[in-house]
Structures are given as structure tokens and as C-alpha cells.
């Protein structure tokens, strides 16, 4: 299993993993980053075994993180890992090669986030070294 940026012809493979994990994304998204029409993300990695692709990290920069001090924080914007191939450090291979992006891009604190009941997620996280520092609720309205 090896990490790798993203490549054009990986397309399909990303679309049906980020539809996995987030069913309301757009596919024109997928065209948009690999276009070089996208604001975000700022880079996508993918975890490659023998010809598949197994799972993705989506990165970016954010200028202000929670519980963060610096205003350059690498960021987790989607973590994703196929259920057949979970349990087997491809998480983690991920999150190590997208901490080393974030170091390139001069960035000394790394960030993420995930949904207050996904449990799994912050197991995850805490194992690969993250401090949970704060949970939050979001509104809005119509206008
Ligand atoms: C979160 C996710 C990416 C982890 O991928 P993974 O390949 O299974 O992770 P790894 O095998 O590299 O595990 C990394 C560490 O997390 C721990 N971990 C992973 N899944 C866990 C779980 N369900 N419960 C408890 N710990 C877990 C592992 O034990 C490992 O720690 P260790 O090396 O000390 O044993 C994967 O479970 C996933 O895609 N989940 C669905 C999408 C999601 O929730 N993404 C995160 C929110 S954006």
C-alpha cells in the first residue's frame, strides 16, 4: 500500500469514496479540484493497493482552527478509508503523509474535526495523537 497525491485518473474511484462518505457532495466537485477550479481542497492524497484505491485524505489550510494558536493550521477536511480495508493502518499511513504536506506548507499545527456521535472517528483520532479541545452545535436560518 503506498500514498500518493491524487491524479487526474483516479477520478472515478474518488467520486464513489467521497459520495461514501458524504452522499450530499456535488461529482462536479471531483472535476472542479482535478480542473484546478477549486478554492478547496487545497490537496487530496489516496491510499493505492495494487491498483485500487482504498481511501483519501482532503486537506487544506485554515487560518483559524479550534483550540488552535497558529493562523496556518493544516487541516483534515475529509478522512476516508474503505470498510473492507479499515483496521489495517491505512488511516493512518494517511494521516502521517497529509502531517508531512502540512509541515512542507510551513504549517505547525494540525487539525480536524468530525460529527459529535460519529465515535469512531474520535477513537481514530485519539490514537493517532490528537487532543480533542472543543465540541460545538451549528444553527441557521432561512433568509
Ligand atoms: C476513520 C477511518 C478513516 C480510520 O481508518 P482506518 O484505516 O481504519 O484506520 P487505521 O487502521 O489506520 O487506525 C488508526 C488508529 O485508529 C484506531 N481505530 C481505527 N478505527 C477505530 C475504531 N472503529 N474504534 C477504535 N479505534 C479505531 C486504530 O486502532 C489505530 O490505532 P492503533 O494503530 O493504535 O491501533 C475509517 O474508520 C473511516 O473511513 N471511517 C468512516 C469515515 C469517517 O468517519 N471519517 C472520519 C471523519 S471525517
Redesign the pocket.
Known sequence: MNVRELRPQDNASWLRMRLA?WPDSEPHEVDDFLAGRAREPLAVLVAEEGGSLL?FAELSIRNIAEGCTTGRVGY?E??????S???????????AAAEDWARAEGCSEFA????ID????A??????GFEEVERIRCFRKVL
Not at 78 to 83: H, I, R, S, T
Open positions: 462518505l481511501g483534515l475529509g478522512w476516508y478509508v474503505e470498510p480495508a479499515r483496521r489495517r493502518g491505512i488511516g493512518r499511513a494517511l494521516v480536524s474535526d468530525t460529527e460519529n465515535e469512531a472517528s477513537a481514530a483520532h485519539a490514537a493517532l
